[in-house]
């Protein structure tokens, strides 16, 4: 079975702070696929960044960036200066094989 | 425009009053899946297909049922709603080929069954 697990159900800070989002995985297969959705205060699931099991190259974009570490099955999530417009839910999944498993969320809260 | 449409968006129901949440996507995707959404729980998957006339289980099946007779439809079945039905629905749709692929979500449907 495979497992996602988002520690932090809510974190709240102040605009232009650094803020990270963690996210722990548990999965026996080698080849599994990690995404990361938000979900805003409108409803909708949006797709932010995918990794793949065979590439723990970090990624950036703009004020996004993402750690993805294999040794400690980990896959967190920055979001650099926070913008109050990045106040959503985030979630952490897995794929693999048939299925998408999800972590349990974390709000995040900017305020201004 | 590539998309997922859910219908309806909102419904209320009664305890066993029998209720179908169509999803059709336009990407010719052969997989498709629905998902509720629960506070504090994430989004755990009911039922998937992997294309037509194939469908299995997910985490959390039970009370629910599906049908794929057409590629772009995966409507989603509650034959006696009830209560702990309650919560927002997500379909969602991805090419099977590659499990890399993102896959697209519906709006959602929130369901309240009194």
């Known amino acids: 079975a495979q497992k996602v697990t988002q520690v932090q159900t809510e974190i709240s800070v102040v605009e232009k702070e650094d803020v990270t989002l963690d996210c722990v995985y548990e999965?026996?297969?080698?080849?599994?696929?990690l995404f990361w959705y938000k979900q805003p205060p409108s409803g909708e699931l949006v797709f932010l960044i995918r990794r793949n099991s065979f590439d723990e190259q970090n990624e950036i974009s703009g004020r996004y960036s993402w750690n993805f570490q294999k040794s400690t099955s980990s896959f967190n999530f920055t979001i650099t200066a926070s913008q109050v417009v990045d106040s959503a839910v985030y979630f952490c999944?897995?794929?693999?094989?048939?299925?998408?498993?999800f972590g349990g969320g974390t709000r995040l809260m900017v305020k201004p | 425009e590539a998309q997922v449409t859910q219908n309806p968006r909102y419904l209320i129901t009664v305890t066993g009053k029998k209720l179908t949440v169509t999803c059709s996507q336009n990407m010719n995707h052969e997989y498709m899946s629905w998902y509720r959404q629960d506070p504090g729980l994430g989004l755990r998957q009911i039922y998937y297909s992997m294309n037509v006339e194939v469908t299995d289980k997910g985490d959390v099946p039970e009370g629910y049922k599906v049908s794929r007779k057409e590629k772009r439809n995966f409507p989603l079945i509650l034959e006696s709603p009830s209560p702990n039905q309650t919560s927002l629905y997500f379909c969602a749709s991805s090419f099977a080929r590659d499990w890399e692929n993102i896959q697209y979500f519906g709006a959602g449907t929130r369901l309240s069954v009194l």
């Open positions: 999965t026996r297969d080698t080849t599994y696929y």
């Open positions: 999944a897995l794929r693999s094989g048939n299925m998408l498993t």
